[in-house]
Every structure is written in structure tokens, then in C-alpha cells.
């Protein structure tokens, strides 16, 4: 049941009201309807009977000046193609002679596009983002084309092996041995603190806490 048929049902039931109650004011109090939308109404159902109660359908009006379907669809079909353009731009381009020199004004194009709820540039934006591009062909993923199985224990036995074997086949006297960790001890002054000077003379060592003292030379010289 429509809203048609609804308000048809009430209609009726108030007149059989007002019919069985004999009173047009007390029927038309209970249903919240004032008396004379009551006689407006019966004017023509005395005449034609009670399908006039049934709501008329109507027709939205046509306007003098509104803007073809033509012009219409190729305003929709510029903004599609073109989401970030607004009205100005639109009815500036369209009016070139290279896209049909359509005049149609800034206003003209914003109500076009309102009448589709595309006013909005997000709007465009996201109706244009909402078409797919058919899927492709599907394709290899490249790290599945390009993985190779390799077994990793023989790799590192046969990396072992050769190196040793290398090891073995060096040249002998190539520098490759081991430096001493040894150092040689030479002759000369050597630095030294010297903790018992203080003890035995009283005396302060020098700023620095250190002095030279003469070594033993090569030779069993003990000149410094």
C-alpha cells in the first residue's frame, strides 16, 4: 500500500463519519481536519463521486527556459571527464568552438550537475574513482620467476674444502705467517716513575711525576 491509497482510506473514512454522525464539525475535530478542506473535498465527490478523494498524480513542471537533454547529457559527460573543473571553467570550455560551442552559463552548469548530486567536486571526484579498470592477465610474480633452489650445506662444505686446499698450496716464505707477538726490549732512556724519591730524600719529583733515567746500553756502557 502506497501513500496514495493511505490518504484515499482516510478520506473515506471521514466522510462515513460525518455520514453516521450527521455532524461535519465533531467528525472533522476526531480526525484533525478543518471543515472547510472537508467541503473543498466534497464539492467533487458530490459531482463525480468518491474516486475524487483519490490524490491526483503530478507532473513535475516544465520550465520555459530549462536546459535541454542534449546540453544536459554533454555537460555531464565534460564534468565526468574532467572532475576538477568547476561550473566557470566548464562553461567557459564548452563554449569553444572545438567542443560544440555550447553556451550555457556558470549557474546553468552548477544546477545541471545539483540535479545529480554532482555539484560537488569530491563528488566527481569519487564517482570517477569508483569505475575499475578491467582486471589484466595475470602475471608471474617477479621473486617467484627469478628464485633458484640451492642446497646451502653443499655450498658451505665445498666453500671449506676449497679454501683449505688453498691454504695448503700457499707459497712458503710469502709473508703469511703470524707476526710475534713478542716485543724487543731497546737500550736507551726509558721513562720510569720514580715513587722512592720522595721517600728517601723528601724532595717532590719533577711537575710532570716523571724523569729520565739511563738505561743500559749495548755494549755495557752506562752512560746516558
Do not use: K
Not at 561550473?87 to 564548452?94: G, I, Q
Not at 608471474?140 to 665445498?158: C, G, K, Q, Y
Amino acid at each position: 500500500m502506497v501513500n496514495d491509497d493511505v490518504l484515499f482510506g482516510f478520506r473515506l473514512r471521514l466522510f462515513s463519519l460525518a455520514r453516521e454522525l450527521g455532524n461535519v464539525r465533531a467528525a472533522c475535530r476526531i480526525f484533525g481536519v478543518h471543515p472547510s478542506t472537508y467541503y473543498r473535498w466534497r464539492e467533487p465527490v458530490l459531482r463525480s463521486g468518491l474516486e475524487m478523494l483519490r490524490p491526483r498524480e503530478r507532473r513535475p513542471p516544465r520550465m520555459p527556459n530549462q536546459t535541454s537533454q542534449l546540453v544536459e547529457q554533454r555537460v555531464l559527460a565534460f564534468s565526468l571527464g574532467h572532475p576538477g573543473l568547476g561550473p566557470r571553467r566548464v562553461s567557459a570550455t564548452l563554449a569553444q568552438e572545438r567542443w560544440g560551442g555550447i553556451v550555457i552559463s556558470p549557474n546553468g552548469v552548477w544546477r545541471v550537475l545539483r540535479r545529480h548530486g554532482l555539484n560537488r567536486r569530491i563528488s566527481r571526484l569519487s564517482l570517477v574513482a569508483g569505475y575499475a579498470a578491467p582486471p589484466g592477465p595475470e602475471r608471474p610474480s617477479p621473486l617467484e620467476a627469478r628464485h633458484v633452489a640451492v642446497d646451502h650445506r653443499a655450498s658451505s662444505s665445498a666453500l671449506t674444502a676449497s679454501t683449505s686446499a688453498a691454504w695448503r698450496a700457499r707459497p712458503v716464505g710469502s709473508g703469511s705467517t703470524p707476526r710475534s707477538t713478542s716485543r724487543r726490549r731497546t737500550s736507551g732512556p726509558s721513562w720510569r716513575r720514580h715513587r722512592s724519591t720522595r721517600r728517601r730524600s723528601g724532595r717532590r719529583p719533577s711537575p710532570g711525576g716523571w724523569r729520565p733515567t739511563c738505561g743500559a746500553r749495548a755494549g755495557g756502557s752506562s752512560e746516558c
